[in-house]
């Protein structure tokens, strides 16, 4: 069983618009949620990331809304730039506990 | 800042041969070492996660006599493929931590491919 679900597996948006990209999790004792970006022949760069305590965690032009209740989470990327396509994930973990990773959304962004 | 390197980036070895592959972190104390392996569609399997002083965890489906580990200090882990077979082609990734935090430091990636 998937822990950690994304949605869509990929997405496409123009120039200057908001790409929203969606995860949810299974394990209400996940408090950790680090997003990913990854480039094609790159490993995963940590983007941006969040703890259950807090509902919103924004860098530039990253954000993350968190829904502790419904085990949601999305990431915004407002003002997309072309050199923003690329893979995202999500993750989850726990204490030390190994980080759990989504499948994807494959963001693509048209100049 | 915190830094991982993985070595080497690529290997093309022959069915049933072996590939060792090296995670070096730069800037910080990797306390934990978690090591995944990303498929061509690119979902991750967790293979082991490894904690200076404890005992290393594997995954379900993945065992030291297939992936042996060796984290010996807090900047360096190893992992071999042995005897390598088509099934176990990807781009393995080391992922470091340190202390308790949560953050995890990846490197560029090993890629295994076998012929």
């Known amino acids: 069983q998937q822990q950690v679900r994304q949605s869509p597996q990929s997405l496409t948006v123009w120039e200057g618009e908001t790409a929203i990209l969606n995860c949810s999790y299974e394990d209400s004792t996940f408090n950790y949620f680090p997003w990913y970006q990854q480039f094609p022949g790159e490993g995963p760069a940590l983007l941006i990331s969040?703890?259950?305590?807090?509902d919103k965690k924004e860098d530039g032009r990253f954000t993350i809304f968190f829904n502790k209740r419904e085990k949601k989470l999305s990431l915004h990327i407002t003002d997309s730039q072309p050199g923003d396509s690329a893979t995202y994930f999500c993750a989850a973990n726990q204490g030390g506990r190994a980080l759990i990773f989504g499948t994807g959304t494959t963001v693509s962004v048209s100049p | 800042g915190a830094l991982v390197y993985q070595y080497p980036r690529r290997t093309i070895c022959k069915s049933g041969t072996s590939m060792r592959m090296e995670c070096q972190a730069v800037?910080?104390?990797?306390?934990?070492v978690a090591w995944y392996r990303q498929s061509p569609q690119k979902t991750f399997e967790l293979i082991a996660l490894?904690?200076?002083?404890?005992?290393?965890?594997?995954e379900q489906n993945f065992t030291q006599e297939k992936f042996p580990i060796s984290h010996p200090n807090l900047s360096f882990s190893s992992m071999t493929v042995l005897n390598a077979y088509l099934e176990d082609r990807g781009l393995y990734l080391c992922g470091a931590r340190e202390g308790v935090g949560n953050t995890l430091y990846f490197g560029e990636g090993s890629r295994l491919i076998v012929v």
């Open positions: 490894s904690t200076v002083n404890s005992a290393i965890k594997y």
């Open positions: 969040i703890r259950s305590v807090s």
């Open positions: 800037g910080f104390q990797a306390t934990s």
